[in-house]
C-alpha cells in the first residue's frame, strides 16, 4: 500500500509541474540555477569522479570491470520488469524476466551474460517511459546535483525507480549496500570506456551546457518516440555525435 501511495504522490506532483502534452522544443525556465547546478557537476567531475574512474580503468582489469557491470545490469532487472507491467508491456516483462533468469543462474549471478548471446537482449524501461506512457509530458529541463541533465518527468521518475525496486525492498542492508556499490562501479566504468566522448563534447565544446541539454531531450525522446527538440542556439560540434546514447546508456 505505501508503494502504491508513492505512485498516487508522484503522479499529482508530476501533474502539478508537467503538462499533458509533449513538448518539441526547449523549455528551461531555471537556466542560470541549472547552469550553475552543471557547472558545480563539470567540478566534481573533474575533482572527484574522473580520478576515480582513471584508477578504477586502470587497476581493475577490463574483464571484471564488465563482469562488475553485467551484475549490477541483472540486478536491475527486477525493476524494469515492473515498469514493463505498469505499461502493460507483457511480452517485454517475460523477456526481460527470461534475462534475468538466464544470467542470474547460467551467468553466475549475472557475472557473464549468456542471454544475450540467445537473444535475451536488455529491453530497458523506467518509471519515467511509464509517466510518459500514461500521459504526463516532459515538463521543464533540469539539471541535478551529481545525476546530471533530466526533466520533471524524469526526476519523479527516478525517485519512484528508487524506491520501488524490487530488489531493495526484499535484501537485507548489507546486500543492498552491495547493490549500490555495483552500480556505482558500473557508472565509473562507463565514464571510463567514454571518457575521450565525453570530454569532446562537454569540455570542447563552446557551450558544453546547451550540448548536453540537446544530447539529453533529443536522446530521451527518441527512447519515447516523441517529436526531437529545436534549439537553434545549440552549438552542435558535430549533429552525429549523440552523447547521451553513447554515455548515458
Given at each position: 500500500m505505501k508503494k502504491l501511495a508513492l505512485i498516487f504522490v508522484a503522479a499529482l506532483t508530476l501533474s502539478a509541474c508537467a503538462s499533458h502534452t509533449p513538448a518539441t522544443g526547449i523549455n528551461d525556465p531555471h537556466e542560470a540555477q541549472n547552469r550553475a547546478t552543471y557547472e558545480s557537476n563539470i567540478q566534481l567531475d573533474r575533482g572527484v569522479i574522473?580520478?576515480?574512474a582513471v584508477?578504477?580503468?586502470t587497476v581493475v582489469p577490463d574483464p571484471v570491470?564488465?563482469?562488475l557491470s553485467n551484475v549490477s545490469d541483472t540486478l536491475s532487472l527486477p525493476g524494469t520488469v515492473v515498469n514493463n507491467l505498469l505499461q502493460f508491456k507483457l511480452v517485454d516483462a517475460l523477456h526481460n524476466t527470461a534475462r534475468f533468469a538466464v544470467n542470474a543462474t547460467l551467468g553466475f549471478a549475472g557475472l557473464f551474460d549468456p542471454a544475450s548471446e540467445v537473444g535475451l537482449d536488455k529491453?530497458?524501461?523506467d518509471f519515467g517511459e511509464t509517466l510518459h506512457v500514461w500521459g504526463f509530458g516532459e515538463?521543464?529541463?533540469i539539471v541535478l546535483?551529481?545525476?546530471g541533465p533530466s526533466t520533471n518527468r524524469d526526476m519523479v521518475g527516478l525517485i519512484v525507480d528508487i524506491a520501488l525496486d524490487p530488489l531493495g525492498t526484499v535484501l537485507a542492508p548489507k546486500a543492498s549496500n552491495i547493490k549500490t556499490g555495483l552500480k556505482v562501479a558500473d557508472i565509473v566504468d562507463t565514464r571510463y570506456r567514454y571518457s575521450d566522448l565525453y570530454e569532446s563534447v562537454i569540455y570542447d565544446s563552446a557551450d558544453g551546457y546547451a550540448q548536453l541539454r540537446l544530447s539529453y531531450l533529443d536522446r530521451r525522446r527518441f527512447e519515447l518516440g516523441t517529436p526531437?527538440?529545436?534549439d537553434d542556439s545549440a552549438p552542435v560540434d558535430n549533429p552525429s555525435y549523440d552523447l547521451y546514447e553513447d554515455f548515458y546508456e
Open positions: 574522473k580520478p576515480v584508477a578504477y580503468g570491470r564488465k563482469g529491453r530497458d524501461s515538463g521543464e529541463y546535483p551529481v545525476y526531437v527538440s529545436q
